[in-house]
DNA sequence: TTAGAGTAAGTAAGTACTCACATAATAATT
DNA sequence: AATTATTATGTGAGTACTTACTTACTCTAA
């Protein structure tokens, strides 16, 4: 990958999580990635395939990130670790860049990738399986809406104390 | 007010929640309501005229929505009733609409009003301390984040069933 | 020498918004 | 009551500007 390729992913993916997808020109990108207008169209196609880039390398960064969650074999550490993974998302400035524009693309183009989150919910029904809850499909499905009402907040409530909030929700999924 | 400015309005709340703010144009919104596009900006001076109008009306709806709830004295009442909402919003296809715009709009444009809920998180804490929870001001902000992640999942989620969510959680929050 | 990286200057189709003008409803004056 | 003046409602064709995207071209590295 060059490097003018490189600024456009990365220009685009802050101007598309600041901005929005559709807010956001393709002149804006390329003025912001220090490129011609001409080249975003010669490496993506269209805009369309820059965002498609977009979420393709985030998808990978997902991977990895849940994959952490996955292979831990204590339950209880399984679910401290989801939170953990919340408060980890806001501690970095890249970290929120990136998530911010999976939200709003999920509600500026209302595409819910379902099966993103499976392998997660998958391992936290199991974690509740093993501590004896006596539903835990719907204990895990609860626990990821909660995670989707703390980005939520985080990202738009700019005085939103989020450590505070996931403390005290990590401790009504404790017993 | 006349036919046609209702008719703008109506229009302009369908495509907003629909297809964003930014992706609806003036044009297309005269032609879905039947009217020139000029008279749009007659009656609302412009675009954010018109947004404004909307979102002003939708703040009156959710005054009467919430007046229900705040009045009611018996704790464990307005606890349920919380989640009776979510449901009767999932149940109306025309609250739907207004709703998902009001959610569309705080991502798109992110403006998080949050006086808008402080009403009812404070009847939710009033509630949470009769029940001697022992914290309910954090009981009650838990409680809205939970109705986010409710409302985000029904809004973009297909297949998703809000009644077995919304009843399993309202279980967490009786003991 | 050939393919990929890169650009400047285009394009047609949209964008929000204005303006001159027509008509309908209301108010004021005879 | 009849006429006139004044406003509010409505339109269609226009505005300057921005949009995503293309094209013809140059440069550079293998």
């Known amino acids: 990958m060059t490097d003018k390729k490189e600024n456009i992913l990365n220009a685009a993916l802050e101007l598309f999580a600041k901005e929005g997808f559709t807010a956001t020109s393709t002149s804006k990108i390329a003025k912001k990635a220090g490129v011609s207008e001409g080249l975003i169209f010669r490496h993506f196609k269209n805009k369309d395939g820059l965002l498609e880039a977009i979420l ?9 990130l849940f994959a952490n969650i996955i292979f831990e074999t204590n339950a209880k550490k399984v679910i401290d670790l989801v939170f953990d993974m919340v408060l980890g998302i806001a501690a970095s400035s890249d970290a929120t860049d990136f998530w911010k524009l999976q939200y709003k693309i999920k509600w500026e183009l209302e595409m819910y990738a379902e099966s993103k989150m499976e392998p997660l919910e998958l391992a936290l ?3 509740f399986k093993k501590l004896a809850f006596n539903n835990p499909e719907m204990e895990a499905r609860s626990l990821l809406i ?23 929700l990590r401790e009504k999924f404790k017993q």
Chains 1, 2 share one sequence.
């Open 56 to 64: 393709h390398e985030g998808e990978e960064r997902i991977k990895i």
């Open 125 to 127: 029904t199991n974690a």
């Open 146 to 168: 909660i995670m989707d009402g703390l980005a939520m907040r985080y990202f738009l409530q700019k005085d939103f104390d989020i450590n505070s909030a996931v403390n005290f």
